[in-house]
């Protein structure tokens, strides 16, 4: 089981770049979650997805979107990136039922000029 | 909406001290988990409670109010491997999180 992985590790952006992050899990999990840290703030929620071709949004979902087309995957995409968005990304997902643990992948730091 | 505040945001202490992060909900919770975040690294799962419960793991004893609103982590006699970020998040899909502890330990 290789968990949660997140291509790719670590990117560079210009500003009004459009790039996708992709977090794949091969533990059959229901939900899956995209997640945004900054210091001093947490971590805050972006755009989330209880099942395949379901998402819904989270606490800071603008200039975000997101696609869940296959039950393994989650994408997170910007369509122009802006000094903001500069950020640790984390991907995670869980079971469905009430209780169950979040597993994170290991992160995106993504930096936009 | 429902928010889930911890205290304190930052603790230095020296190796061999004790340890305790506080976090607070403003509606009760049907249970609560907590994280643990090294430098650099992802968060990790430590443990999940339900109401009134108290766990151990190791130095690392949790516990969870019986109203439901507050949950505790206390480490007992800290080492330099107990550095990072611990978070507390509760609730259904989808998780709240704290914003996490940040403890650094002084050898």
């Known amino acids: 089981n290789a968990g949660v992985t997140q291509t790719p590790k670590f990117r560079v952006l210009k500003t009004g770049q459009s790039m996708t992050l992709l977090c794949a899990q091969d533990m059959n999990h229901e939900y899956m979650y995209w997640y945004r840290q900054d210091p001093g703030m947490g971590l805050r929620l972006i755009h989330y997805?209880?099942?395949?071709?379901?998402?819904a949004k989270g606490e800071v979902p603008d200039g975000y979107n997101v696609s869940r087309l296959k039950k393994q995957n989650f994408l997170l995409g910007l369509e122009s990136a802006a000094p903001s968005q500069t950020s640790v990304y984390f991907c995670?997902?869980?079971?469905?039922?009430?209780?169950?643990?979040?597993?994170f992948g290991p992160g995106t730091r993504l930096l936009v000029l | 909406g429902q928010q889930v505040m911890q205290i304190p945001q930052y603790q230095h202490v020296q190796e061999g001290e004790d340890f305790t992060t506080y976090c607070n909900s403003s509606?009760?919770?049907?249970?609560i988990q907590w994280y643990k975040q090294r430098p650099g690294g992802h968060p990790v799962f430590l443990i999940q409670l339900v109401s009134g419960e108290v766990k151990k793991q190791k130095r690392l004893t949790f516990q969870f109010g019986e109203a439901k609103k507050n949950s505790s982590l206390h480490i007992t006699a800290t080492q330099t491997t107990d550095v990072g970020t611990y978070f507390c998040?509760?609730?259904?899909?989808?998780?709240?999180f704290g914003k996490g502890t940040r403890l650094s330990v002084i050898a």
């Open positions: 998040s509760s609730g259904n899909t989808p998780l709240v």
């Open positions: 997805s209880v099942g395949e071709g379901t998402t």
């Open positions: 995670a997902s869980r079971r469905a039922s009430v209780g169950e643990t979040q597993y």
């Open positions: 509606t009760t919770l049907s249970n």
